[in-house]
């Protein structure tokens, strides 16, 4: 006659419950927050210059497919990196990545606010790159932050600022434009800071069109 032993009576009973309780234990464990040393692209890519390298792309590309998880990494390259052409591809695959971009906005704009002012060479160089990203990816206050760029010595900046600001700028954007046309003695810069302010007017009148009307 076939007898069951105890042994394997508890077997039955043990190895169910071990189970049972490390999936509890998997279950409970919040999962894991990555940050940018986590990605090994994060230190390809400020040491790489070779951007037609099929590595650094697909480096890249990772980061890209990411999405959310990946956008630390962006910021620090962009803010960090001393080579403002990486900085540039950095910003790119933020802009293409995926997930909610709210926090990399306010995290940008308080950067550009900050260093704007004081910017020369390279960091200057940066912070058109950064400018081009928040008008891309953020809203008309977020875009409102740019306005300095608009009397900055250099032609270049300026016109890269109305460009930008009339992209995604609101009525804000407006004012400061107007202010200053008065001042532009360059005539390409003019030219833009004119077209941002019909853009900007023609958009915001499309909106108010848009807009359900109040019974």
């Known amino acids: 006659m076939y007898t069951i032993s105890k042994q394997t009576i508890m077997s039955w009973f043990v190895v169910p419950a071990l189970l049972c309780a ?3 234990s998997v279950l409970a464990e919040p999962p894991e927050i990555k940050t940018y040393k986590d990605f090994p692209e994060w230190y390809l890519l400020p040491k790489s210059i070779d951007l037609e390298d099929e590595n650094v792309l697909a480096a890249f590309q990772r980061l890209v497919d990411e999405g ?3 956008h630390e990494a962006m910021v620090a ?3 960090e990196c ?8 950095a ?5 293409e990545s995926q997930g909610d ?3 990399v906005v306010a995290e940008l704009k ?3 606010a900050a260093r704007f002012p004081q910017a020369e060479g390279e960091e200057e160089l940066r912070m058109t790159f950064i400018a081009e990203t928040l008008a891309d990816i953020g809203t008309e206050e977020d875009v409102a932050v740019l306005a300095p760029m608009l009397t900055h010595p250099n032609m270049r900046v300026r016109y890269l600022g109305a460009q930008y600001l009339g992209q995604r700028g609101g009525q804000q954007a407006i ?3 107007e202010q200053a046309k008065s001042r532009e003695s360059n005539n390409l810069v003019l030219d833009e800071m004119n077209k941002a302010v019909t853009s900007i007017t023609s958009r915001l009148a499309k909106q108010d069109a848009e807009m359900p009307a109040v019974p």
């Open 101 to 103: 971009k709210r926090e």
């Open 91 to 95: 910003l790119s695959v933020l802009r």
């Open 110 to 112: 308080q950067f550009f």
């Open 82 to 89: 001393e080579d403002s052409m990486i900085a540039s591809y």
């Open 77 to 79: 390259i962009a803010k």
């Open 175 to 177: 004012e400061a434009l």
């Open 22 to 24: 490390s999936l509890i």
């Open 68 to 70: 959310a998880a990946a």
